[in-house]
């Protein structure tokens, strides 16, 4: 697509339940981030996939977090047993950047997450 | 822990003034720079990248990289109501990741 597509655009959920964010990235990016941003915050890295690599899972907060990104397109970031805290703007962004060799990302409009 | 600091603002600027947003980073191994435009309730948008020492510019912007003192600094000249946003500055540390580490961010307010 022309853009980096997230969906929902916004998601609100009871405490202690499961959700589940997808991002489509730019056609031929290979790489694909996850970031969050609480309400005047900055952005904090979650997770990052790079073409056929193992993910870098470094930023992922806790077990209940989890990512997958399926025939190296489309990602789904999963939340297992939603918090309070998990409330916040997850952002996905996509690059053409391969390792060494780094540009600028494309982002999202990003997924709303309320836990209520 | 690598880190990105920015002040957090506001910084306000008369409209036509030049606006100096600056950033330093922790890691001496840094080689890429970014600065990042996020208007309220919006995503961030590159709006410059920096990779070697010097200035760099695009239109009324212009990056400054300083490795030495690991300090890196966007200017924006003529200064609009329309740039008044959050400017994001990013880092990547190298090696084999693309990650980016970005700072908390500088809001800047160009009063017309």
């Known amino acids: 697509g022309a853009g980096v597509s997230q969906s929902p655009s916004n998601k609100v959920t009871e405490k202690g339940k499961d959700v589940e964010l997808r991002c489509d990235p730019i056609?031929?990016?290979?790489?694909l981030y996850w970031y969050r941003q609480s309400l005047g915050q900055g952005l904090e890295f979650l997770i990052y996939?790079?073409?056929?690599?193992?993910?870098?899972k470094s930023g992922l907060p806790s077990d209940r977090f989890s990512a997958e990104r399926t025939g190296g397109s489309v990602s789904t970031l999963t939340i297992q047993r939603t918090q309070q805290e998990d409330s916040a703007v997850y952002l996905c962004a996509s690059s053409l950047a391969r390792p060494g060799n780094i540009g600028g990302y494309t982002f999202g409009s990003g997924t709303r997450l309320t836990v209520v | 822990q690598k880190e990105v600091e920015q002040n957090s603002g506001p910084l306000s600027v008369p409209e036509g003034a030049i606006a100096s947003l600056n950033c330093t980073y922790s890691?001496?191994?840094?080689?890429?720079f970014f600065w990042y435009r996020q208007y309220s309730g919006k995503s961030p948008e590159l709006i410059m990248s920096?990779?070697?020492?010097g200035d760099k510019e695009d239109g009324r912007f212009t990056a400054q990289l300083n490795k030495a003192s690991q300090y890196v600094s966007l200017l924006i000249r003529d200064s609009q109501p329309s740039d008044s946003a959050t400017y994001l500055c990013?880092?990547?540390?190298?090696?084999?990741?693309?990650?980016?580490?970005f700072g908390t961010g500088t809001l800047l307010a160009v009063q017309p």
């Open positions: 920096i990779y070697s020492n």
């Open positions: 056609s031929g990016h290979t790489a």
């Open positions: 990013a880092v990547n540390y190298g090696g084999a990741t693309n990650k980016l580490i």
């Open positions: 890691d001496r191994g840094s080689q890429s």
């Open positions: 996939f790079q073409g056929n690599s193992a993910p870098d």
